[in-house]
């Protein structure tokens, strides 16, 4: 460390970072010098034991607990996490674009696992989360750039679709195509359902 410099290193679970974080900024942010370095912990030789956590197991041994437990995060490390997953422009765009040729190829083999791979290289996941993150906790630079990605992706992936239509002939009576245009009573009840 530099001169004057003092490093500090905890370990703490990750339920309780987020409470301390806020209390070292709140003690110390005035300082130029103060950092926060957040980094998981992969392993520990010998396992880390929490008391706490064992007695909770013990007292609810018998009772109905639940199936899943949710661990606390800091607003600062899921602001890291959604703004490393939104990445680029350029990488959204071409993978948005290769989403569309793939999609594409689906629709013209009329193969719905084709498709489905079409989605999970659609990069919209990441960006969706960035808005819905940027919204509430405030950081409209953040959902503004997200919302920008998804639109620039969807109007390259719709051109690309439009423009692959025009060269090659698709058989518009295959079942992908034709299926996704009969609506029936059940599309409309989830229809109703997500409306409210």
């Not at 005035?30 to 007695?55: G, W």
């Not at 569309?100 to 919209?124: H, K, Q, Y």
């Not at 996941?125 to 750039?145: C, E, H, R, Y």
Request: aromatic share 6%; hydrophobic share 50%; proline share 3%.
């Amino acid at each position: 460390m530099g001169e004057n410099l003092v490093s500090i290193r905890l370990v703490i679970h990750s339920a309780k970072s987020g409470d301390l974080m806020k209390e070292l900024e709140t003690t110390f942010g005035s300082s130029e010098s103060f950092r926060i370095l957040v980094f998981p912990l992969e392993a520990s030789v010998p396992r880390i034991e929490d008391p706490e956590e064992e007695k909770e197991e013990e007292t609810q041994e018998g009772k109905d607990a639940p199936r899943f437990k949710i661990l606390g995060v800091s607003i600062d490390e899921l602001y890291a996490d959604v703004t490393e997953a939104v990445g680029t422009v350029q990488n959204s765009a071409i993978m948005g674009i290769l989403a569309s040729i793939v999609a594409a190829i689906g629709l013209a083999r009329d193969n719905v696992a084709v498709i489905i791979g079409a989605m999970v290289i659609a990069p919209f996941l990441g960006p969706n989360v960035a808005v819905s993150l940027g919204t509430v906790i405030g950081d409209f630079k953040l959902a503004i750039k997200a919302a920008k990605q998804l639109f620039i992706t969807l109007v390259l992936g719709i051109a690309v679709s439009i423009l692959i239509g025009l060269i090659f002939s698709i058989d518009h009576t295959a079942h992908e195509i034709v299926s996704r245009t009969h609506v029936n009573m059940a599309d409309m009840l989830w229809l109703c359902h997500q409306a409210l």
